[in-house]
C-alpha cells in the first residue's frame, strides 16, 4: 500500500487563483482529516470526512475555503480565491476507525505569490 | 474545547545526553494522548500513544492526569532523534486530534 496520497506536492500559484488539492485515502479507511501546517500556527485541522460525509468544517478559515469528499477513495480541499497567507503545507490524513492511528500523506507545499 | 501546549519551539540536546519534550494540556474529560513525529522530508507519523504504554525507539511517555502532562522522554538522545514533535490530544467521543504547536529537536553530535 502506498499510503495516503496526495497531489501536487508542491504548488506555486497567484493571488486570486484558484486552487485544488487532492488526497486519495487508505483503502478501507472510513475518516478522512485535511490539516493545515505554518510555522505560527503548527498544524491544524481544517475538516474531516467519516464515510464520505462531512463531519467537522469548524476548523475551515473561511468561505473561500471549501472541501468535498466524493467517494471514498477521493478527496479535494480547494481555495477560490487564493490569497498569500493561503501559503502553507497541507496535509492529508486517514483513519481506519475512530480514535486509531492517523496516517498523513506528504502534503502539498502551496505557495501563494 | 480542548488545548495542547508545547511550551518549546526549539529544543538543542547533545547527543547521549536526556531528552524531554513537554506538553500540557487542558480538557475536562478523559483524553487520550500521542506523540506524532515528523522527519526531515518524511511524513507525519504515529511515535507513541498513552494508552499502549509502550517504548519507541527509546522514547516513553506517561500521562499525568494531576499536572495534565504528557511529556515525551528518552534517556540518552541520538542523532536520529532529530526531527519535528507534535503532542496532540483526542477527546473521548470525537475522533479528530487537536495538536500542539510541535517541537523542534535538534540533536548536536
Known amino acids: 500500500d502506498a499510503g495516503v496520497i496526495q497531489s501536487p506536492r508542491h504548488e506555486v500559484t497567484e493571488m486570486g487563483q484558484e486552487v485544488t488539492l487532492r488526497c486519495k485515502p487508505i483503502?478501507?479507511?472510513?475518516?478522512l482529516f485535511w490539516y493545515r501546517q505554518t510555522m505560527m500556527r503548527g498544524l491544524e485541522l481544517l475538516i474531516y470526512?467519516?464515510?464520505?460525509?462531512?463531519?467537522?468544517d469548524s476548523g475551515m478559515p473561511e468561505d473561500r475555503f471549501s472541501a468535498k469528499m466524493p467517494n471514498a477513495s477521493f478527496s479535494t480541499l480547494k481555495i477560490q480565491p487564493s490569497e498569500p497567507r493561503d501559503s502553507a503545507v497541507y496535509f492529508c490524513?486517514?483513519?481506519?476507525?475512530?480514535?486509531?492511528?492517523?496516517?498523513f500523506g506528504p502534503g502539498t507545499r502551496l505557495t501563494v505569490l | 474545547a480542548q488545548r495542547v501546549t508545547q511550551p518549546e519551539k526549539l529544543l538543542s540536546v547533545f547527543k547521549g545526553a536526556p531528552v524531554e519534550l513537554k506538553c500540557n494540556y487542558s480538557?475536562?474529560?478523559?483524553?487520550?494522548l500521542f506523540w506524532y513525529v515528523q522527519y526531515s522530508r518524511q511524513r507525519l507519523q504515529l511515535l507513541l500513544r498513552?494508552?499502549s504504554r509502550e517504548s519507541i525507539k527509546g522514547f516513553t511517555a506517561d500521562l499525568n492526569k494531576g499536572e495534565t502532562s504528557f511529556h515525551l522522554k528518552k534517556p540518552f538522545a541520538q542523532e536520529e532523534d532529530s526531527a519535528m514533535y507534535y503532542c496532540?490530544?483526542?477527546?473521548?467521543?470525537?475522533?479528530?486530534?487537536?495538536f500542539g504547536k510541535g517541537t523542534k529537536l535538534s540533536v548536536i553530535p
Open positions: 490524513a486517514s483513519s481506519l476507525v475512530r480514535g486509531r492511528e492517523q496516517f
Open positions: 498513552h494508552i
Open positions: 483503502s478501507g479507511h472510513d475518516y
Open positions: 496532540a490530544l483526542r477527546p473521548s467521543g470525537p475522533s479528530q486530534l487537536t
Open positions: 480538557y475536562s474529560g478523559s483524553p487520550e
Open positions: 470526512f467519516n464515510n464520505n460525509v462531512p463531519i467537522d
